[in-house]
């Protein structure tokens, strides 16, 4: 097909079309999980900072740093999770 023959159209209707902001008003920045049973909730993470790094600063040097491209899995922390509709328990690196 030759170029120009097709007008080019949005994907979506401009009603449907909504600024950012509008989309993450109502988003919450805090991260919550648990590590080893206990809460951690961080109300401003550092997005510079990696779980590694996070997990050495306070103390928790089990997980060390290999290659530091995560291929040859010193740095792995497992995450437990549960499948209910197959009765399952599974950990995820």
Not at 49 to 77: N, P, S, W
Request: charged share 15%; proline share 5%.
């Amino acid at each position: 097909m030759a170029p120009g023959l097709i007008v080019p159209q949005p994907a979506v209707d401009d009603s449907q079309i909504r600024s950012l902001h509008a989309v993450t008003q109502d988003w919450d920045d805090t991260i919550v999980f648990y590590l080893n049973g206990t809460k951690v909730t961080l109300d401003q993470a550092d997005p510079e900072v990696t779980l590694l790094e996070y997990l050495r600063g306070i103390g928790l040097t089990g997980t060390k740093l290999g290659c530091a491209e995560g291929g040859c899995g010193a740095c792995t922390v497992l995450s437990p999770s549960t499948i209910l509709q197959q009765k399952r328990y599974t950990m995820q690196a």
